[in-house]
């Protein structure tokens, strides 16, 4: 069975503290790995897409890397405005490829917190 | 390019009742899934339809079914609600392939379902 676990549950930074959070999986075959952003009372927002160790991602403060048991997400000088659920999922190779279900996999998130 | 709208927002609803949702992809995009958020146990992967075709199911009661039409957008029916089924559900499109939706999925901003 796919699985995906998020730490820390809950993280309160400082302005300008840059820290990571860590997402490690286990599943049949990874398609792709995946970052997202959920904000209070709405959908999650896309960020990245990861698909083989070694690889990594940046849109502005956030950087994306991954290894093949865990993903980081790391942030750099974040602002208040980052603050955020972030989640992380993967999606498995189909059953027709040998791999489980073709949906996406979560992890409980990370709930952000930067304080001004 | 408009994002991905579900209807209706904000349900009320009792036990025993039975619901609809219906959620219209991103224009072009032909793959829709389902997912069930809640508190304790997060995102859950309900069901995904490509080109009308249940594509893949998670693990939940036959009570929670779907479908898709022609122009992509698709509905979700919880049949005898139970007050478990109290949850954001939440709809992704993807522009998906006949192998497999491993692209990026874009979230719409949910329904809140209350079982009374």
């Known amino acids: 069975e796919d699985q995906v676990t998020q730490s820390p549950e809950a993280l309160r930074l400082q302005e300008g503290e840059s820290s990571s959070l860590n997402c490690s999986y286990t599943?049949?075959?990874?398609?792709?790995l995946f970052w997202y952003r959920q904000d209070p009372g709405k959908g999650p927002e896309f960020l990245f897409t990861?698909?083989?160790a070694g690889e990594e991602k940046e849109k502005e403060r956030l950087k994306a890397t991954l290894t093949k048991k865990e993903s980081f997400l790391h942030i750099t000088a974040p602002k208040p405005e980052d603050s955020a659920t972030y989640l992380c999922?993967?999606?498995?190779?189909?059953?027709?490829?040998?791999?489980?279900?073709?949906?996406?996999?979560f992890g409980k998130g990370t709930h952000l917190i930067i304080q001004p | 390019k408009a994002g991905v709208t579900q209807t209706p927002r904000y349900l009320i609803k009792t036990r025993g009742q039975q619901v609809t949702l219906s959620c219209s992809p991103i224009?072009?995009?032909?793959?829709v899934s389902w997912y069930q958020q809640t508190p304790g146990q997060g995102l859950q992967f309900l069901f995904e339809?490509?080109?009308?075709?249940?594509?893949n199911k998670g693990n939940f009661p036959g009570r929670f079914s779907g479908r898709q039409f022609s122009n992509s957008r698709s509905e979700m029916n919880v049949s005898t609600l139970e007050l478990g089924d109290s949850a954001l559900y939440l709809c992704?499109?993807?522009?998906?392939?006949?192998?497999?939706?491993?692209?990026?999925?874009?979230f719409g901003p949910g329904t809140r379902l209350t079982v009374l």
């Open positions: 990861l698909y083989s």
């Open positions: 599943v049949s075959g990874l398609r792709g």
């Open positions: 999922a993967v999606q498995a190779r189909p059953w027709y490829s040998g791999g489980g279900a073709d949906g996406l996999t």
């Open positions: 339809y490509f080109s009308e075709t249940q594509r």
């Open positions: 992704a499109s993807s522009s998906g392939t006949s192998g497999g939706s491993y692209n990026e999925q874009f």
């Open positions: 224009s072009g995009h032909r793959s």
